[in-house]
């Protein structure tokens, strides 16, 4: 029973530095909104997240976001996930974004970063924007 606790525990963490990064994107505009909190809620839930661990990680996830100066601590739990939820982040940093319907430098510069440091492609990238723009107008 305590190793079981123990994986919840470190997947809890992994969600966590997730939840953060999300969030980053979220305020890198400096206008984070309830429509992004409730992408990044979906975003975990695809994720399955636990609904009664959901609150928990997302203040986690701020505080974290907060007290952090750099986004490679958060993206190195993304980088050593497979590809289909590597690609439900990238989707929801996506969602995220154009969620006011625009993008704006500092946000196109994240994505771009990110893209690097996830060893995501340019063509997988500007395939997963322009699908997110395609739902979104």
Same mark, same amino acid.
């Given at each position: 029973?305590?190793?079981? #606790?123990?994986i ?10 997730? =939840? ?22 979906? *975003? ?6 636990k ?18 100066n $750099?986004?490679?601590e958060? =993206?190195?739990?993304? #980088?050593?996930m497979n ?6 982040i990238?989707?929801?940093?996506? $969602? ?11 946000e =196109?510069?994240?994505? +771009? +970063? ?9 063509? *997988? ?9 395609? $739902?979104?107008?």
């Amino acid at each position: 029973m305590f190793f079981k #606790k123990k994986i919840n525990s470190n997947e809890n963490e992994n969600y966590i530095k997730i =939840t953060a990064l999300l969030i980053h994107a979220a305020k890198i505009d400096e206008n984070y909104s309830i429509k992004e909190e409730e992408i990044i809620k979906k *975003t975990l839930i695809k994720m399955n997240v636990k609904s009664n661990d959901l609150e928990s990680i997302i203040n986690k996830g701020k505080k974290m976001e907060e007290n952090s100066n $750099q986004i490679l601590e958060f =993206t190195k739990e993304v #980088k050593n996930m497979n590809k289909e939820n590597k690609i439900k982040i990238i989707e929801a940093l996506w $969602q995220i974004i154009y969620s006011n319907n625009d993008a704006d430098i500092y946000e =196109t510069n994240l994505m +771009r +970063r990110l893209a690097g440091l996830l060893y995501i492609d340019n063509k *997988t990238m500007g395939d997963i924007k322009e699908k997110i723009k395609k $739902q979104i107008s």
